[in-house]
């Protein structure tokens, strides 16, 4: 869909400290030549004190601060994330939203996985039409993919999982960036490649070795041998297809092509992984994306795009007339890609 009075107000990222892959490397979690290949030089690694909500919380509230806009202004906040948010039998976008908008508004949580932000956008761009009163929403995500859960070195051959936050904050009256268009493909009947030989359980049971630590390549080449004869190659061609509709619809309906975006933000992949499943496909350069920030904090799910275009940012690379295009990839499949307009450049907070 094409917006005209839609806007990025104000971002903001908090990530914990890096831990370098050579220290994962000794300790003979990961390999040398999987690091050649992909390219990783770190991953954020959380603290024991740095849970999903507080990063968050964290991420936020410097969007909004950023933003210049009062808490009283905004009528949603919707949060992404794929893993644990802390506690079962709670509303974390609940917590969000007492502890980053004082309570005003409305909540959700979006489970959309590493697509989450990106696929909030649509829905707040719809909220903020329905709801002329409120001039705001507000999207954050945050993740933590720890053992036994995730193991975040070997989860998925091409990447490394990190820990963190990102967030932004929408506004139908100006910001720093103009959304023009966003446009999702979904293929649900891949929803099999994440669960294939697996049955579903009355509650998480980390003493299935079947199910943990969660093996996403697995459960791809399980579902590959029961429906496409093995080859795992033709899953990827469908995926393909649809991360093309994706990017290139809403590129089209931004009035430009791919291929003449200044700046590319994608799921945070290894180099290898980011060649074969996107820039090949849509025939980009690598050039214009972010890998040299992704590969200091690594996949961290939903917070890659609004952690990168808060990285542009903060890299001073942002310049009115500029496009950017910000692309999420979720399990399940969905794709959601989105082409900003910069209109002026934004000024990062003071440390």
Not at 48 to 75: K, N
Not at 189 to 204: N, V
Not at 302 to 328: H, I, K
């Amino acid at each position: 869909m094409r917006h005209d009075n839609l806007y990025i107000a104000g971002v903001g990222a908090w990530y914990p400290k890096p831990m370098p892959v050579d220290e994962a490397i000794e300790a003979g979690w990961y390999d040398d030549a999987t690091q050649r290949r992909s390219g990783p030089l770190s991953a954020s690694v959380a603290g024991d004190d740095d849970t999903q909500p507080e990063m968050a919380v964290r991420a936020g509230s410097l969007a909004l601060r950023h933003s210049g806009l009062d808490a009283a202004e905004f009528g949603l906040l919707l949060h992404a994330t794929g893993a644990f948010c802390g506690l079962d039998g709670w509303n974390v976008a609940s917590y969000l939203q007492h502890h980053v908008l004082a309570d005003n508004g409305l909540s959700f949580e979006v489970k959309q996985h590493s697509n989450g932000a990106m696929a909030a956008i649509e829905l707040a761009a719809a909220f903020l039409v329905g709801r002329p009163d409120r001039q705001a929403a507000m999207i954050t995500a945050s993740d933590r993919f720890v053992m036994p859960v995730w193991n975040r070195w070997r989860t998925y051959p091409g990447l490394v999982f990190g820990d963190g936050a990102s967030a932004a904050v929408l506004s139908r009256t100006g910001g720093f960036a103009r959304i023009a268009s966003v446009v999702t493909a979904s293929r649900p009947d891949l929803e099999r490649a994440q669960r294939a030989g697996l049955s579903f359980m009355a509650f998480p049971d980390t003493s299935d070795t079947q199910a943990y630590p969660i093996n996403l390549i697995q459960r791809m080449q399980t579902f590959a041998d029961e429906e496409h004869g093995g080859r795992i190659a033709e899953v990827f061609k469908i995926m393909n297809q649809a991360l093309i509709r994706s990017v290139e619809g809403a590129a089209e309906e931004a009035g430009t092509r791919p291929a003449d975006i200044d700046h590319l933000v994608f799921p945070n992949f290894g180099r290898t992984m980011l060649r074969q499943e996107v820039l090949t496909p849509l025939q980009l350069d690598a050039d214009k994306t972010v890998f040299e920030w992704a590969r200091e904090t690594g996949h961290v799910g939903a917070t890659d795009q609004f952690g990168g275009l808060e990285y542009l940012m903060r890299a001073g690379r942002l310049e009115p007339g500029q496009r950017v295009l910000l692309c999420g990839i979720g399990l399940g499949f969905n794709w959601t890609s989105a082409v900003l307009e910069i209109d002026e450049r934004p000024v990062p907070l003071a440390d």
